[in-house]
């Protein structure tokens, strides 16, 4: 049974974990990719003009030559307008204002609880390596890995609003790599407090679940995060939801537009991997850096590419589903972190390519280009989350009537 739970006076932000896939002294430093590199989309910068020529750009075929005419720079500070397309900032950030605490505003609480594997139907027992895998000489496209099974305790962190109404059902995010017990951040409850009173904001409450532990092929997390299909959709629905809702005294809504996933790395490929697969339950998707790369294991045929699929096949084959992606990449994001050489681990490449299915398909979406940024990079986030949390809810009415 989950233990009693903790609560804060300020909230936390969820961790930003990173592709730990082999130590750092042993990756060589990635070369920033120009804006004007083959295969990048066409880009706008953030700055004055960037509306007017957003819509502009939005008129104009695709074409290969795209990437030779892209902007080099954005305006220091700016963010693109609140539409959709392709969009280049950086490379001078500016930290967000919404980061500040405002005493004037209604300050939010959060609670965290645990769950034990031994008590969920799903993810028990875990799995962990002693070493990373080996490609595997009969599939390149998948790594030998041996792995021993673990029982493991995830922290669940909730932020409830103080704007939120007892007993009414409040639209939500569920953000993944969330804090553990008794570690608290304050980044994304400030700029909730502050956005919500602003009324930028709908009175959303905000799920962070912790992962299983380790990361990428044979560890819990990856095999929570970068499996492609609905299992850790269905988990969260059936056994997370439902505690966050008996544990912290709310209603969560049914409706898929009041519900959002949000993460980082592989976290960003699960929150995109989860509206994917339960469209029924996810309409709106934010991800830095996303892991839309080949981390699956263990190999599916059904999807060889693992989260690499995403672009190669999924969206530009399947009918077009109610989604809005929020997306960003760093020009200095991964390359090849780890052992395997199967053309599917370019952070960058994956993210254009996504980038480019989406538009091809009329899907809502932005996706921003930074300079001078790494995976999942502070400063980016700490400028453009604000923007993008706004940018993602556009649709949803502020003051919608709270439902019993």
Not at 138 to 161: A, D, Q, W
Not at 189 to 196: E, F, K, Q, S, T
Not at 344 to 361: F, G, Q, Y
């Amino acid at each position: 049974m989950p233990k009693p739970i903790v609560s804060f006076g300020a909230a936390l932000f969820l961790a930003c974990a990173t592709q730990v896939l082999l130590p750092a002294s042993s990756r060589a430093a990635v070369a920033p990719r120009p804006p004007s590199a083959p295969g990048t989309p066409a880009l706008v910068a953030a700055g004055p003009d960037a509306e007017k020529l957003a819509k502009a750009a939005a008129k104009k075929k695709p074409s290969p030559a795209d990437a030779a005419s892209n902007p080099t720079q954005g305006a220091p500070g700016a963010n693109p307008p609140m539409m959709d397309g392709n969009f280049l900032i950086g490379p001078t950030y500016v930290r967000a204002a919404e980061l500040t605490v405002n005493s004037n505003v209604p300050q939010g609480k959060v609670q965290q609880f645990g769950m034990d594997s031994t008590n969920s139907k799903y993810f028990n027992p875990g799995i962990a390596r002693n070493v990373f895998g080996t490609v595997d000489p009969k599939n390149p496209k998948t790594l030998i890995v041996e792995t021993h099974p673990i029982n493991y305790r995830r922290t669940i962190t909730v932020y409830v609003p103080a704007q939120y109404v007892p007993g009414t059902r409040a639209p939500f995010m569920v953000t993944h790599d969330g804090p553990g017990m008794g570690r608290p951040d304050t980044t994304l409850p400030r700029i909730l407090d502050n956005m919500i009173a602003q009324r930028r904001l709908p009175a959303m409450i905000v799920v962070m679940v912790a992962n299983g532990g380790g990361d990428a092929q044979g560890h819990e997390r990856g095999l929570e995060y970068d499996t492609m299909s609905g299992l850790f959709a269905e988990f969260i629905e059936a056994e997370v939801l439902p505690l966050v809702e008996k544990n912290c005294d709310v209603k969560l809504t049914k409706d898929p537009e009041g519900r959002a996933t949000m993460g980082n790395s592989s976290g960003g490929s699960a929150a995109l991997i989860m509206a994917w697969y339960h469209p029924e339950w996810y309409h709106r998707v934010l991800t830095y850096s996303g892991t839309y790369v080949n981390q699956q294991w263990p190999f599916n045929p059904e999807t060889p590419g693992g989260a690499w699929d995403f672009h190669a096949k999924l969206i530009p084959q399947s009918k077009k589903k109610p989604l809005r992606i929020w997306m960003e990449v760093g020009d200095r994001d991964l390359l090849n972190p780890n052992v395997m050489r199967d053309d599917m681990h370019d952070w960058v490449e994956a993210n254009n390519r996504t980038a480019a299915v989406l538009r091809a398909k009329g899907y809502h979406y932005q996706y921003v280009y930074a300079l001078n940024a790494g995976h999942v990079d502070g400063a980016v986030r700490n400028q453009t989350l604000p923007h993008a949390l706004e940018w993602l809810w556009l649709g949803y009415p502020i003051d919608k009537a709270p439902k019993k």
